[in-house]
Nanobody, 118 residues
């Protein structure tokens, strides 16, 4: 099982980044996919989720209207489009998969760093 994030970097406030997470080794289309982030000295928090069934998405209040999560089941990839970035969006961004059905196994990626600074 592999989850490989990419697309992080340094961006100015108000800018945009698109994160990608390429998955392999498990049933991607049957897994709910999420992005989490962790700022220095803070707990890891859920940013966005896309549910495998029904195309439902959920967002943290802090990113609603600015971030968009999407998935391409043909490419086994989940994306996070981040617009209007703020300094408080800085952190390590992690991809997480959780099988929608039993046995609900979950996997983490290694993370990609996002820095929002002028």
């Amino acid at each position: 099982v592999q989850l490989v994030e990419s697309g992080g970097g340094l961006v100015q406030p108000g800018g945009s980044l698109r994160l990608s997470c390429a998955a392999s080794g498990f049933a991607f289309s049957m897994s709910d996919m999420s992005w989490y982030r962790q700022a220095p000295g803070k707990e890891r928090e859920l940013v966005a989720t896309t549910i495998s069934v029904g195309g439902i998405t959920h967002y943290a209040d802090s990113v609603k209207g600015r971030f968009t999560i999407s998935r391409d089941n043909a490419k086994n990839t989940v994306y996070l489009q981040m617009n209007s970035l703020r300094p408080e969006d800085t952190g390590e961004y992690f991809c997480y998969s959780r099988r929608h059905y039993y046995p609900y196994d979950g996997y983490w990626g290694q993370g990609t760093q996002v820095n929002v600074s002028s």
